[in-house]
């Protein structure tokens, strides 16, 4: 079955003052129908410009998408997101593809009642007449959980809560069913209380509405019961891809073990410290010639540093980029 999203060797840069930075580098992924995909890294693995890129949504200049290829597949037909103008993209974000912001009260606009913001995409994309799309903005802010929709309507952003924002922001994005749904570390800003609401949000529209989801977050604690696959980037690669179980249960990578071994486990009567990744990220100003990862894994051997690791099976559904094996304990054969 085809892929309703299918990106293949997506490379963006920024050319900036101080030299060209490598965010992205030959990125390449699929996103079925009805699943869940988490892009997770640190900051600066290029998750965010990864699907900023797909929407055109990055600040040009400085940055340029140099190649790559982002099929939507959609009962109209195949368009490559890519290759599409401004005023198509328009169309594409909103209607067939919804985004929620890390930063609610930055998102919204401060002088507009949320009503008329959520209407307004309403208007823009399905047309609906005032009257229809205020009901059904009304129905949507009770879908997203928010108390009282009919009073809320006529509230400004100021006087809702941090989490109320960001639920305005989800009703923002799902207001047309689009066929996408990406959310880029949505509980971020928000408190520990407050997160696992909006997760626990998120599960439930999966649930209700089928939603198709690309969820972005530097913390892998957060996706373990929201995700069906987990991709994981450093250095603006990919370096891990698996189904969440499997990356749970059978990390592959160094980096990926050292997210895990970080998150406190409360399941666990034992007690043991915490793992610290030593050392930082690479310098994405610097084209990499070998394993982005070198600098900071304790199983770096020569070969790490003369090649870059690729994308790799070791098995169904599990695909790593690195020389070592951490199952063997040695390098990976071939």
Request: charged share 20%.
């Amino acid at each position: 079955m085809n892929p309703l999203l299918e990106v293949r060797n997506l490379v963006t840069k920024f050319y900036t003052l101080d030299g060209v930075v490598h965010a992205v580098s030959g990125v390449s992924f699929d996103l079925q129908e009805g699943e869940t995909l988490a892009i997770v890294g640190e900051s600066g693995s290029g998750k965010s410009v990864t699907v900023l890129s797909l929407l055109g949504l990055i600040p040009t200049p400085p940055g340029r998408i140099e190649q790559g290829t982002a099929l939507l597949r959609t009962p109209l037909g195949q368009k490559d997101l890519l290759q599409l103008s401004k005023a198509e993209l328009r169309d594409v974000r909103g209607g067939q593809i919804g985004f929620v912001f890390q930063d609610p009260i930055s998102t919204l606009n401060p002088i507009l009642t949320i009503g008329e913001q959520i209407k307004e995409t309403l208007t823009r994309h399905l047309h609906l007449s005032a009257e229809k799309a205020k009901a059904q903005v009304i129905k949507l802010l009770a879908e997203v959980g928010i108390p009282d929709p009919e009073m809320r309507y006529k509230a400004y952003p100021f006087q809702l809560s941090g989490g109320m924002r960001q639920r305005v922001v989800i009703a923002i994005a799902i207001a047309c069913n689009p066929h996408i749904v990406i959310a880029d570390e949505p509980t971020t800003a928000l408190d520990v209380t407050v997160q696992a609401q909006i997760i626990d949000l998120f599960n439930r529209l999966r649930r209700t509405l089928g939603m198709t989801m690309i969820w972005i977050t530097h913390d892998l604690g957060v996706v373990a019961g929201l995700a069906d696959r987990v991709m994981v980037m450093y250095g603006g690669r990919i370096v891990e891809l698996s189904t969440v179980d499997d990356l749970y249960e059978r990390p592959q990578h160094p980096y990926t073990a050292g997210l895990l071994g970080a998150l406190p486990r409360l399941d666990s009567q034992e007690t043991r410290r915490l793992v610290s990744i030593r050392g930082t990220p690479p310098d994405m100003l610097l084209p990499l010639r070998h394993c982005p990862f070198s600098w900071r894994c304790d199983y770096a051997s020569e070969r790490c540093w003369q090649e870059i690791p690729e994308l790799t099976s070791t098995a169904p559904g599990h695909e790593v980029a690195c020389f070592y094996d951490m199952e063997k304990g040695g390098l990976r054969d071939g």
